[in-house]
């Protein structure tokens, strides 16, 4: 079955001559629609988590003293961003578009990078100064919800990429499965810094596991970007 023309092409422009093209002429059905505007709302609903996030953990964190808590809410900005990419993604004729999809994955890709290197300052920072990490009650709080709601929205997020064939979603949605891993990594410093003071190394040290894998996804986004 020859594939369908892209939207305001030609029949005569309807063969693709690129992997992305193909998926930009395969059907878009009412189903896939209506999973894109999901992704939309997904991704309004994860900035406003993130700035909210952010606020009261960059508040907490410098209260605390804890590097460790800061880092991790000034990286809510960046998460943050995937977030803008896909709502910019699946806005308006972007949609549909032949080339919005490439273009949002390669600047989700970009988005692990700038996460990446962030984690590792941070933590190589608390390494050299063995900096341990103060006692919040408001950081404890806030990462255990961080904790119990991004997974939730990380692995939806995964599988309306996967329906979508959409790399920008599906990374956004590791974004937010990081955000998660980074909150329990923050939250089990919090709480061991209350109770056993020798215990400073594991959050750095699990800070740097994350920040490797960021970078891989980061890899997988861009790799994934070429090709629908």
């Not at 692990?112 to 050299?128: G, K, N, S, Y």
């Amino acid at each position: 079955m020859s594939a369908l023309p892209a939207p305001g092409s030609s029949a005569g422009t309807s063969i693709p001559d690129s992997c992305c093209d193909s998926c930009a002429a395969a059907g878009r059905n009412e189903g896939w629609r209506r999973d894109a505007r999901r992704a939309r709302w997904l991704a309004w609903a994860s900035l406003v988590w993130m700035i909210a996030e952010g606020a009261i953990g960059l508040a907490a964190g410098l209260a605390a003293g804890s590097v460790a808590l800061t880092g991790w809410a000034l990286g809510s900005a960046i998460e943050g961003l995937a977030s803008v990419i896909v709502i910019w993604r699946f806005t308006g004729a972007r949609t549909l578009s032949e080339t919005g999809e490439r273009r949002a994955g390669r600047a989700v890709a970009v988005s692990f990078w700038l996460l990446a290197p962030w984690i590792v300052v941070e933590a190589v920072r608390d390494l050299v100064a063995h900096h341990q990490a103060a006692t919040s009650l408001t950081g404890i709080v806030l990462t255990a919800s961080s904790v119990v709601i991004m997974p939730g929205l990380g692995l939806a997020k995964r599988r309306l990429g996967q329906r979508l064939e959409s790399g920008a979603t599906a990374g956004e949605g590791t974004q937010n499965l990081m955000c998660a891993g980074q909150a329990a990594a923050v939250l089990a410093g919090l709480a061991v810094a209350a109770v056993w003071p020798g215990g400073w190394l594991a959050d750095p040290v699990i800070a740097l596991g994350i920040a490797a894998w960021s970078a891989w996804e980061g890899r997988q986004s861009w790799v994934g970007a070429d090709c629908c």
